[in-house]
T-cell receptor
Framework: GQNIDQPTEMTATEGAIVQINCTYQTSGFNGLFWYQQHAGEAPTFLSY????GLEEKGRFSSFLSRSKGYSYLLLKELQMKDSASYLC??????????FGAGTTVTVRA | IAGITQAPTSQILAAGRRMTLRCTQD?????MYWYRQDLGLGLRLIHY???????GKGEVPDGYSVSRANTDDFPLTLASAVPSQTSVYFC???????????FGEGSRLTVL
C-alpha cells in the first residue's frame, strides 16, 4: 500500500502564495498527481509529475523529488475561488492511484 | 458533454438491503475505478477494472462487488449494506499517456 501525508489545513490571504507539501512511501512509482476538489463536488485534475523537477501550469506549479518521496503544489496569486481541498495522489507499480487525505485551503480576503 | 454519469446522486438505504450504484462513461476509457470518500480519510480505492472483462480489488473491497461486462459500464454492488458503508462514492475512468482520472459527480449513500 501507500503512505501519503499532507497537511490537513492551510489558510492564506488573497493574492498570496501557498505551498502544499506531500510526502509519500510507495511500492513502485509511476507518477504523482494533484487534484482540486471544491466542497460537494468531484475532484478535478490539476497536475502530473513523473520525473524530478518543476511543472508549471499558469498560477499552479508542482514539484517532485523521487529520491526524497516529496512533492509540493504551489498556488500563486491566490484567488477566493482557490478555496478548496487539494489532493496528492501517487500511482504505484501496478498503476493504481492512492490518495492522501487532502489539504483544505482557505483563502481570506 | 457527459463524461461519467453516476446514479443515484443520493440514496438512503436500510441496513441489510442490496444496492447497486451505476456508473457509465462515454469517453471509451479502458480503465475504471470506484472510490469511497470519508472525512479525514480521503479517497480510498474499492475496486478497479483495467479493461472490459477484468476487475481487481483495491484497498477496501470487502462488502462490495463489481462487474465490467463492457467498456462503458462499471456498476458497484453492496450485497448487504451496513452503516459503515455510509459514504460518498466516486466512479472514475482513465486513459492515455498521463492516465489522469476523470471523476463522476459522486453518489452519496446513507445506510441506516
Amino acid at each position: 500500500g501507500q503512505n501519503i501525508d499532507q497537511p490537513t489545513e492551510m489558510t492564506a490571504t488573497e493574492g498570496a502564495i501557498v505551498q502544499i507539501n506531500c510526502t509519500y512511501q510507495t511500492s513502485g512509482f509511476n507518477g504523482l498527481f494533484w487534484y482540486q476538489q471544491h466542497a460537494g463536488e468531484a475532484p478535478t485534475f490539476l497536475s502530473y509529475n513523473v520525473l524530478d523537477g518543476l511543472e508549471e501550469k499558469g498560477r499552479f506549479s508542482s514539484f517532485l523529488s523521487r529520491s526524497k518521496g516529496y512533492s509540493y503544489l504551489l498556488l500563486k496569486e491566490l484567488q477566493m475561488k482557490d478555496s478548496a481541498s487539494y489532493l496528492c495522489a501517487v500511482r504505484d507499480g501496478d498503476y493504481k492511484l492512492s490518495f492522501g487525505a487532502g489539504t483544505t485551503v482557505t483563502v481570506r480576503a | 458533454i457527459a463524461g461519467i454519469t453516476q446514479a443515484p446522486t443520493s440514496q438512503i438505504l436500510a441496513a441489510g438491503r442490496r444496492m447497486t450504484l451505476r456508473c457509465t462513461q462515454d469517453m471509451r476509457h479502458n480503465a475504471m475505478y470506484w472510490y469511497r470518500q470519508d472525512l479525514g480519510l480521503g479517497l480510498r480505492l474499492i475496486h478497479y477494472s483495467n479493461t472490459a472483462g477484468t476487475t481487481g480489488k483495491g484497498e477496501v473491497p470487502d462488502g462490495y462487488s463489481v462487474s465490467r461486462a463492457n467498456t462503458d459500464d462499471f456498476p458497484l454492488t453492496l450485497a448487504s449494506a451496513v452503516p459503515s458503508q455510509t459514504s460518498v462514492y466516486f466512479c472514475a475512468s482513465s486513459s492515455g499517456t498521463v492516465g489522469e482520472l476523470f471523476f463522476g459527480e459522486g453518489s452519496r449513500l446513507t445506510v441506516l
